[in-house]
């Protein structure tokens, strides 16, 4: 599986009204895999405006760090509205499960 990672139009569209907002065209959504949450790893998303050495920018919207991406690679990232609320998420092919709340996931 190639390192990539595909970011649908809603999510880039958001990200784009999220700069607007904030009056910073700089800003991307960096995405970052941790050890925790009740399956094992967990996602983090943040905004900022910085990019690191071991960073991969996709589509200039969405940044994530080198040991992140070995994980997330192949994944898409979407912005859905539902009953629940609006959010960012993340459609992961690596992960074998995940929590209910779709933050957490194991391989």
């Known amino acids: ?16 009204d999220i ?3 904030k009056s910073n065209s700089n800003l ?3 995405i970052t895999v941790s050890g925790g949450g009740c399956s094992g790893f967990k996602y983090d998303m943040t905004f900022d405006d910085t990019v690191n050495e071991d960073d991969t920018v996709f ?28 959010n960012f998420k993340i459609t992961n092919p ?8 779709g933050e957490s996931f194991s391989v």
């Open 94 to 101: 690596n992960a074998t499960s995940g929590c209910g709340c």
């Open 28 to 30: 991307n959504l960096r």
């Open 19 to 21: 700069r607007t907002a």
């Open 1 to 16: 599986m190639s390192n990539s990672l595909k970011i649908t139009p809603t999510t880039f569209n958001r990200i784009e």
């Open 59 to 86: 589509e200039d919207c969405v940044v994530t760090d080198e040991m992140s991406l070995a994980l997330l690679s192949g994944a898409t990232i979407d912005y859905v509205t539902s009953l629940m609320g609006e």
